[in-house]
């Protein structure tokens, strides 16, 4: 009996047949009129979210994110792609047809919508990233193609510049704006939250997008991982060290037991044997007094 997946895993698009389809291979990855690199920020965070994006509900085999990375979204206008900074996509294998990195992320070929994606706001990208399209047969927003076409369950935005953070949630066809406790936000779906974290990642210390547990812990990025392995094993060395210490005292303190003790069996055997020497010196004065007592004529056993 087959199981019905989540509707989060699922896409359902109106398309053409699929072998009429572009595949990755035949779509671009990136822009080429796209002018520079994202700066630093637009790097860092994502890598943040994807260092510390670990579902304990999903196999990591089972778990693709990405982040600036191509995402085609419609099979009637093949061409149109939106290029999300962060996204993450559970119960797809995280290669491509099981054995390849992904150039793009093309939704009529993966058939398995994002579950979530966060937008990095900025004052050139803010219209694209929270409104709607007020023209006709242009390419929709990101806001549109997430709500709308991909009905991505959940929509996140972070402000960097004012550290406000928003979160969308997909009801009724629509995003509604969720309330935020502390600066924290619970997806049951995923058994993670999504919260800011004031700390120092890359060497730069401020607010920053990070996912944490259900016990409230913020989930360790590689490096803390790494520091934490790292501390581990200096404390299994220290206390193996400290073992191999206190045996080492041990046997030092059982030998000098053993040698208190030999000193002890020693002494007592000097002891006995001074007392076996006083008695046999004590009966040699006895018999040499009893000897002279009978040569003066006088019998010993009746004094």
Same mark, same amino acid.
């Given at each position: 009996?087959?199981?019905?997946?989540?509707?989060?895993?699922?896409?359902?698009?109106?398309?053409?047949?699929?072998?009429?389809?572009?595949?990755?291979?035949?779509?671009?990855?990136?822009?080429?009129?796209?002018?520079?690199?994202?700066?630093?920020?637009?790097?860092?965070?994502?890598?943040?979210?994807?260092?510390?994006?670990?579902?304990?509900?999903?196999?990591?085999?089972?778990?693709?994110?990405?982040?600036?990375?191509?995402?085609?979204?419609?099979?009637?206008?093949?061409?149109?792609?939106?290029?999300?900074?962060?996204?993450?996509?559970?119960?797809?294998?995280?290669?491509?047809? +099981?054995?390849?990195?992904?150039?793009?992320?093309?939704?009529?070929?993966?058939?398995?919508?994002?579950?979530?994606?966060?937008?990095?706001?900025?004052?050139?990208?803010?219209?694209?990233?929270?409104?709607?399209?007020?023209?006709? +047969?242009?390419?929709?927003?990101?806001?549109?193609?997430?709500?709308?076409?991909?009905?991505?369950?959940?929509?996140?935005?972070?402000?960097?510049?004012?550290?406000?953070?928003?979160?969308?949630?997909?009801?009724?066809?629509?995003?509604?704006?969720?309330?935020?406790?502390?600066?924290?936000?619970?997806?049951?779906?995923?058994?993670?939250?999504? +919260?800011?974290?004031? +700390?120092?990642?890359?060497?730069?210390?401020?607010?920053?997008?990070?996912?944490?547990?259900?016990?409230?812990?913020?989930?360790?990025?590689?490096?803390?991982?790494?520091?934490?392995?790292?501390?581990?094993?200096?404390?299994?060395?220290?206390?193996?060290?400290?073992?191999?210490?206190?045996?080492?005292?041990?046997?030092?303190?059982?030998?000098?037991?053993?040698?208190?003790?030999?000193?002890?069996?020693?002494?007592?055997?000097?002891?006995?044997?001074?007392?076996?020497?006083?008695?046999?010196?004590?009966?040699?004065?006895?018999?040499?007094?009893?000897?002279?007592?009978?040569?003066?004529?006088?019998?010993?056993?009746?004094?």
């Amino acid at each position: 009996m087959s199981v019905a997946k989540p509707l989060f895993e699922q896409v359902i698009l109106p398309h053409p047949a699929k072998e009429t389809l572009p595949t990755m291979y035949d779509l671009p990855s990136e822009d080429p009129e796209e002018p520079g690199l994202p700066d630093e920020f637009h790097l860092w965070q994502p890598q943040l979210c994807t260092e510390t994006f670990r579902p304990p509900n999903y196999e990591s085999e089972r778990v693709f994110v990405a982040s600036d990375l191509n995402l085609y979204y419609d099979p009637n206008h093949t061409p149109w792609y939106k290029r999300p900074d962060w996204f993450a996509v559970v119960g797809i294998s995280r290669f491509y047809q +099981g054995r390849e990195l992904r150039m793009s992320y093309v939704i009529w070929q993966e058939e398995v919508r994002p579950i979530v994606a966060i937008e990095l706001l900025s004052a050139s990208t803010r219209d694209q990233d929270l409104g709607y399209s007020e023209r006709t +047969g242009e390419p929709p927003t990101k806001w549109e193609v997430y709500e709308q076409i991909l009905a991505i369950p959940y929509y996140v935005t972070f402000d960097r510049v004012s550290n406000e953070l928003q979160l969308f949630k997909l009801d009724g066809g629509s995003y509604q704006p969720q309330t935020i406790d502390n600066s924290q936000f619970w997806i049951p779906e995923l058994q993670l939250g999504l +919260g800011l974290w004031l +700390g120092e990642y890359r060497g730069l210390n401020r607010l920053w997008l990070r996912w944490y547990d259900q016990q409230g812990n913020w989930i360790p990025t590689d490096a803390e991982l790494e520091r934490l392995r790292a501390e581990q094993e200096r404390q299994q060395k220290e206390l193996a060290q400290q073992r191999t210490e206190q045996e080492r005292q041990q046997k030092e303190l059982a030998q000098q037991r053993a040698e208190q003790e030999h000193q002890q069996k020693e002494l007592a055997q000097q002891r006995a044997e001074l007392e076996h020497q006083r008695a046999e010196l004590a009966q040699q004065r006895a018999e040499q007094l009893a000897e002279r007592l009978r040569q003066m004529g006088i019998n010993p056993d009746e004094i």
